[in-house]
């Protein structure tokens, strides 16, 4: 089983930057295929960003592209989300998620979930 907690998100000005980190348990980390999502009041949940269990490669979703960046340190046992150039509809509650199944934008493909943090971008 893996466990993941989350920190570092909280209040920031549009245009401002946020890293989300989200520490794993256990040395199974690196097994796993990792991604963030995010979920705004009252829309679904949405894909931001995930990577391959090595880091080899990153794919993003189109509203965030270009502006945050997903990274792993798996000797830390933690996954990072870098986010610039922050906008207002940023605004949600970001999860960390891992995942068996490489390359899916779909949360059913995560088996294991954070807690979730709030970002809030203010304009």
């Known amino acids: 089983q893996v466990q993941l907690v989350e920190s570092g998100g909280g209040l920031v000005q549009a245009g401002g930057s946020v890293r989300l980190s989200c520490a794993a348990s256990?040395?199974?980390?690196?097994?796993?295929?990792m991604g963030w999502f995010r979920q705004a009041p009252g829309k679904e949940r949405e894909f931001v960003a995930g990577?391959?269990?090595?880091?080899?490669?990153?794919y993003y979703g189109d509203s965030v592209k270009g502006r945050f960046t997903i990274s792993r340190d798996n000797a830390k046992n933690t996954l990072y989300l870098q986010m610039n150039l922050l906008k207002p509809e940023d605004t949600a509650v970001y999860y960390c998620?891992?995942?068996?199944?490489?390359?899916?934008?779909?949360?059913?493909?995560?088996?294991?979930w954070g807690q979730g943090t709030q970002v809030t971008v203010s304009s």
């Open positions: 990577i391959w269990w090595d880091g080899g490669s990153t």
């Open positions: 256990g040395r199974t980390f690196s097994n796993y295929h």
């Open positions: 998620a891992a995942s068996r199944v490489g390359g899916s934008s779909f949360s059913s493909a995560y088996e294991y």
